[in-house]
């Protein structure tokens, strides 16, 4: 079984900044992949930004070039660094990853953290 706990969301103003972190904690597991998504209120659930183990990136088109995604490995955490934020980027926001454990691989969501941008 694996834990992820995300922080750093809260309310920031258009053109502010947030950085969100996502620990995965846990017995056993090797990270395959770690994500962001969000969904905002009456949307689907969309990809924000994903890493993979080999540090591979892949980002949705609307946070191109605002949007950071990172990992630390010694940590099990990643983090999305949120710049030149906007008020259609207001959504909860979830940390995905994907482990292996004994051979088989598992998913795991975060319970999610709220980012509103507004003045």
């Known amino acids: 079984q694996v834990q992820l706990v995300e922080s750093g969301g809260g309310l920031v103003q258009p053109g502010g900044s947030l950085r969100l972190s996502c620990a995965a904690s846990?017995?056993?597991?090797?990270?395959?992949?770690m994500a962001w998504y969000r969904q905002a209120p009456g949307k689907q659930r969309e990809l924000v930004a994903a890493?993979?183990?080999?540090?591979?990136?892949n980002y949705a088109d609307s946070v191109r070039g605002r949007f950071t995604i990172s990992r630390d490995n010694a940590k099990n955490t990643v983090y999305l660094q949120m710049n030149s934020v906007k008020p259609e980027d207001t959504a909860v926001y979830y940390c995905?990853?994907?482990?292996?454990?004994?051979?088989?691989?598992?998913?795991?969501w975060g319970q999610g953290t709220q980012v509103t941008v507004s003045s």
């Open positions: 995905k990853t994907r482990v292996t454990i004994r051979a088989y691989e598992y998913q795991y």
């Open positions: 846990g017995n056993g597991f090797s990270i395959n992949a």
């Open positions: 890493v993979t183990s080999g540090n591979s990136t």
